[in-house]
T-cell receptor, first 111, second 113 residues
């Protein structure tokens, strides 16, 4: 069965610093992988997705993620954090029609 | 419509009341999902529709929860005899293609007092 693990329920970085949010998955089939962002009191918005094409996926707002099959990872990065990036981030893997979700990582940006 | 819409955005119910939450998916999207999201957690799957057919309701926590999508577009999630543990944000999502990215509505925050 597919599963997703996000390391760190909270990550704090300074404005302008590198953002790294970790996601590891388990899947018995080649996965589709997703990162979503949720701002307070809003629904989830797709940041980027991996669907077995290029392993480095670029998304919105300057985020990107790299699929590493050998490490079963799909970590999310952004070179320089902005205050507007403060939100909760969820990694998900597809399982037939469903998405299996990680528990989320809250990104805190320090001025 | 331009995106998935949900109504109401906020609902306060007294314990024991029935509530109905509405979801309007993106026009033409075949698949529709309902999720429950507790504070500080990821979405938990409740149920899945393909057109008007409810193909999976394994995530519904009890028989007090009921969902329908009679014409394959708008969906309603009904909770009977609400309990405090039902307090959560209820999210609706739709997809065009099987297994593809899901488009989410803003959610309905239900508070049971």
């Amino acid at each position: 069965a597919q599963s997703v693990t996000q390391l760190g329920s909270h990550v704090s970085v300074s404005e302008g610093a590198l953002v790294l949010l970790r996601c590891n998955y388990s899947s018995s089939v080649p996965p589709y992988l997703f990162w979503y962002v949720q701002y307070p009191n809003q629904g989830l918005q797709l940041l980027l997705k991996y669907t077995s094409a290029a392993t480095l996926v670029k998304g919105i707002n300057g985020f990107e993620a790299e699929f590493k099959k050998s490490e079963t990872s799909f970590h999310l990065t952004k070179p320089s954090a902005h205050m507007s990036d403060a939100a909760e981030y969820f990694c998900a893997v597809n399982s037939n029609y469903q998405l299996i979700w990680g528990a989320g990582t809250k990104l805190i940006i320090k001025p | 419509g331009a995106g998935v819409s949900q109504s109401p955005r906020y609902k306060v119910a007294k314990r024991g009341q029935d509530v109905a939450l509405r979801c309007d998916p993106i026009s033409g999207h075949v698949s529709l999902f309902w999720y429950q999201q507790a504070l500080g957690q990821g979405p938990e799957f409740l149920t899945y529709f393909q057109n008007e057919a409810q193909l999976d309701k394994s995530g519904l926590p009890s028989d007090r929860f009921f969902a329908e999508r009679p014409e394959g577009s708008v969906s309603t999630l009904k909770i009977q005899r609400t309990q405090q543990e039902d307090s959560a944000v209820y999210l609706c999502a739709s997809t065009l293609l099987y297994g593809d990215e899901q488009y989410f509505g803003p959610g309905t925050r239900l508070t049971v007092t």
